[in-house]
């Protein structure tokens, strides 16, 4: 049989019958030996732009190389008068070149594996076209010559057919191997063929020219395309980031006027610097155009800071009443010099009512408007109404940046998705003090974290649930995070970033009670901030007042 990456895949919606098919028929029949990998999306950076291919299946083989499939549903045929594609069932009109999609995808692949240090120029990249519910003879050279064609007929015969398609290495081309094999899956799944986690360099996409996605992004990339109004929800390290990234990258390359905003402060100057270098990166001009102005043609700022152009006041002493009303009643086009084409919102549980009204005014009678939202890390009960303006959901299943550890540690006080891509990582650690030294001793557990075990300055966060050493100078810290400074602030300031190290004092205080949903909401976010390491430091006995027993237990090491 052959090994299906994943053993389990979650089909889009728009995937074809077919599709499945074809896959269930190759996991049947190939041998063991050969990856199976169903929906791969690509994109890669060319000549200033993106340039996306989608297979349908790709097969890997260290015996031999790799075969992208183009699967095309129902009974097909070619015209050779007019050089098209048909398909019976649509009344025989025309349907999209299954041979051009086949090479494309190959092309693309090519160089996204290319660009992520694979050796192409020696590996055995083919690629054939399947219609697994018609019975169709090639129509040969050079269109589609009998070797490159899988119609009906494959189902008993598949493994012999492949062997076939695939045909002797050519001179210079050297198998995969199965090193070499687990690589490319790794790289086009983001996990090892046995499905343990392996290092996410391809998830991280914000940080490389390539993209690839897994099936949860590439439903929503697809719906992307079909639907102007789509709302994501995912727990914390979900992609969501990533993918709003992803979305502003894709539309402003292309011309687009485009807003992406979010609620904090810090996030906002990193989406604006991540997006620029992405730009820079591919090549595109609209790097230059990426700006904190309202009224610019790729605006990149927290969406307070949009707002404030707007008024001439001041805050005042009710900063509740300045954020949730004030400011969104003078968020309008006039203030941003007219609509924008695409709109994406990262962070969008922390919108009220007002916010998403202002926001979807901002949106182009045409436009199109993204929303990213996690319930879970509604730090402020806005409980925005944005299912009214987003009329398609999909939700996203798959953690990126937490270790198992630290998801399973955060998932108790939140729902957190413990399909954890990176790996296991090292155990939570646990420090219990004195809850009157919570504060204190926590700086002091980082600084000797630090120079015991040389974790450096942009590699750790110092957090609390709520003190904030930072407060009144959210642009400083914006600023000195994103230089790779050390960062000290609470959980709410540092909602929608992360570091691979972050210490987290439980500044609890049960003569202050808060409410417990709103200490564990906190517990949840700023734990979620963590990649790798997570240091807890705390007061068994105020958290088992406050109700939350296993986290005594912890920091009293049982």
């Known amino acids: 049989m052959g090994t ?49 291919a989608e297979a349908d299946l790709v097969l890997i083989d260290p015996d031999h190389g790799v075969t992208v499939v183009e699967v095309k549903g129902g009974t097909l045929s070619y015209d050779a008068t007019r050089a098209v594609w048909r398909r019976f069932e649509g009344g025989s009109r025309e349907v999209r070149d299954p041979v051009n999609q086949a090479k494309r995808s190959r092309s693309v692949l090519r160089a996204a594996l290319g660009a992520c240090g694979v050796d192409t120029a020696r590996l055995a990249m083919r690629w054939l076209v399947a219609m697994p519910e018609c019975r169709l003879a090639a129509p040969g050279e050079p269109v589609l010559r009998e070797g490159q064609l899988w119609d009906a007929l494959v189902e008993d015969q598949l493994a012999v057919r492949y062997a076939r398609s695939c045909g002797p290495l050519s001179q210079g081309e050297q198998p995969l191997g199965e090193a070499g094999a687990a690589r490319v899956a ?113 605006v990149v700022t927290d969406i307070a800071d949009v707002a404030r152009h707007g008024t001439t006041g001041e805050a005042g002493d009710d900063l509740g009443e300045w954020y949730y009303e004030r400011l969104p009643e003078v968020l309008t086009p006039e203030i941003t010099g007219g609509e924008f084409d695409v709109v994406v919102l990262n962070e969008a549980q922390d919108l ?62 939140g729902d957190l998705e413990l399909d954890c891509v990176t790996g296991d990582g090292p155990p939570v650690r646990f420090v219990a003090v004195p809850g009157e030294h919570v504060i204190a001793r926590t700086a002091e557990v980082a600084r000797k974290l630090q120079r015991d075990e040389r974790i450096t300055d942009d590699e750790i966060a110092v957090l609390w649930l709520f003190h904030n050493p ?86 009293r090491g049982r």
């Open 470 to 555: 930072a407060k009144g100078a959210t642009a400083e810290l914006a600023t000195a995070a994103l230089a790779g400074e050390r960062v000290e602030t609470n959980s709410a300031s540092f909602k929608g970033m992360e570091r691979p190290v972050v210490v987290l004092g439980l500044d609890m205080d049960p003569q202050k009670p808060k409410r417990l949903e709103e200490v564990k909401r906190s517990i949840y976010v700023a734990a979620t901030r963590a990649r790798s390491l997570l240091v807890v430091v705390g007061d068994p006995d105020v958290a088992e007042r406050l109700g939350l027993r296993k986290l005594a237990d912890d920091l």
């Open 4 to 52: 299906s990456v994943p053993q389990d895949p979650r089909w889009a919606p728009e995937s074809s019958p077919a599709e499945q098919t074809l896959w269930r028929w190759c996991v049947e029949q190939l041998p063991d030996r050969v990856l199976v990998l169903p929906q791969v999306v690509m994109t890669v950076g060319a000549s200033g732009r993106l340039e996306e």
């Open 186 to 298: 790794s790289i086009l799944r983001g996990r090892s063929q046995q499905g343990r986690p392996v290092a996410a360099a391809a998830v991280d996409a914000h940080e490389a020219q390539v993209r690839i996605h897994t099936e949860s992004h590439r439903n929503i990339l697809r719906r992307f395309v079909t639907h102007p109004h789509v709302l994501v929800r995912g727990a914390a390290g979900t992609g969501k980031t990533i993918l709003a990234l992803e979305a502003a990258l894709q539309f402003s390359s292309l011309g687009d006027r485009v807003l992406l905003t979010c609620w904090n402060v810090m996030l906002g100057r990193w989406l604006r610097e991540s997006l620029r270098q992405e730009l820079h990166r591919i090549g595109s001009p609209v790097a230059d155009q990426v700006t904190d102005d309202p009224r610019g043609q790729v």
């Open 352 to 413: 009220s009512e007002l916010w998403a009204i202002a926001i979807s005014s901002l949106v182009a009678r045409d436009g199109r408007w993204y929303a990213f939202a996690d319930s879970q890390q509604d730090l402020f009960d806005a409980s925005a109404a944005l299912p009214d303006f987003l009329d398609v959901q999909h939700e996203l299943r798959e953690n990126f940046r937490n270790s198992r550890y630290v998801a399973t540690f955060a998932a108790r006080f």
